[in-house]
């Protein structure tokens, strides 16, 4: 989710000697493993049997998942319709 993404960013911030905000010292106990852990998370989980798509935040109505901005799976709070969105079944 979000906070995955901004930990994993502080964390590469730190490695490359930059400063980072104190709320963030605690990445600096991650190790590289933890880093790559949460590098390799997945945007989505498929549930098949149960014709289900998980994400942390959003998806974009009739939009195809591989369309999808990665940045609405993680960050979305609302989606608004503009005029162009009125033929759509949402």
Known sequence: GNHDEAALKQYQKWKAGKDIP?????VKGLSPSDAAWLNALPFSLTLPQYSTLIV???L???LPLLDQDLGDLIEMREINRTPADSSRNW
């Open 56 to 58: 942390h935040a959003g």
């Open 60 to 62: 974009i109505p009739d």
């Open 22 to 26: 104190k709320k963030w010292d605690w």
